[in-house]
């Protein structure tokens, strides 16, 4: 796979169509903000597209034609992709990972609980002038900007919400991925300051500016994730679908098949 512009290719629709909620979010999100990684199997007549951003792969196209451990610069990373791309994860990467994912659709305005009465904290939209305090949340708390391609270009954004405490941010909820219907977010809370209800005033503060610029919030996360499920309930989301997402592992050392075995013998999956 190489590196390509996305300029370089015509008919990008035909490979992911936009207006869709999930996944597909990310790809419209790196056409809007011109953030992320486009990749292709060839640069002139591509069978195989991936786009990537903050570490999230998605994949489309037909892999038959794929060298082995094409896939391999994907590694450790989060891949979205057809099952006929699953022989080809396999044979580039020392492992995958399925992961049952649960896409959430908001439905329904509910009433926001009142979190405690906590003496100077602030829920409030992000401004340009937050980017120290989202850099101070350190490296753990860093992936909540990485589909911004860092915290100064979430800050001005428009697309986040927070609560700070003496300027120092407590929550952050913000557009991971935003689409032409759907915006896909996401929600990070330091972890002495659970359980405040803090993360629900941010959501469904985030929410609304979303309904006022005429999209639809969705939210996924792992079927395991049950805080993130409580929250996506109670803050108006609801399922709409199930996926699977892969999590790749290293790189897998270049294997030749046996003799009389082709590597792309999956192929049929």
Do not use: K
């Not at 370089?8 to 490979?15: F, I, K, P, T």
């Not at 999230?56 to 979205?80: D, I, K, M, W, Y």
């Not at 986040?160 to 929550?171: C, D, E, K, Q, S």
């Not at 997402?245 to 013998?265: D, F, N, Q």
């Amino acid at each position: 796979m190489i590196q390509i512009q996305p300029n370089s290719l015509s008919g990008l629709a035909r490979w992911f169509p936009v207006g869709m909620a999930g996944p597909a979010t990310l790809v419209e999100h790196v056409i809007r903000t011109g953030g992320g990684r486009w990749w292709a199997d060839s640069a002139l007549q591509p069978q195989v597209i991936a786009v990537s951003c903050a570490n999230q792969v998605v994949l489309r196209g037909n892999p038959s034609t794929l060298a082995p451990n094409a896939l391999a610069r994907f590694a450790e990373s989060c891949v979205e992709a057809p099952s006929r791309f699953l022989p080809f994860l396999r044979d580039s990467f020392e492992g995958i990972v399925p992961g049952e994912r649960m896409l959430y659709v908001r439905r329904t305005r509910a009433s926001p609980p009142a979190p405690r009465a906590m003496r100077g904290v602030t829920v409030r939209p992000l401004g340009p002038g937050d980017a120290p305090a989202l850099a101070a949340l350190g490296p753990e708390g860093a992936w909540i900007h990485a589909s911004w391609e860092g915290p100064a270009a979430l800050a001005a954004s428009g697309c986040g919400w927070a609560a700070f405490h003496r300027g120092r941010i407590l929550v952050v909820a913000c557009t991971y991925f935003r689409g032409s219907v759907y915006e896909d977010i996401a929600c990070v809370t330091v972890p002495d300051r659970r359980s405040e209800l803090l993360a629900h005033a941010c959501v469904t503060g985030l929410c609304a500016d979303i309904d006022a610029r005429g999209r639809t919030a969705t939210l996924s996360c792992a079927r395991g994730d049950r805080p993130a499920r409580l929250l996506a309930w109670t803050t108006g989301f609801r399922l709409q679908r199930e996926y699977i997402r892969y999590t790749t592992g290293r790189p897998s050392v270049l294997r030749h098949p046996e003799h009389g075995i082709s590597v792309h013998a999956e192929n049929g999956l």
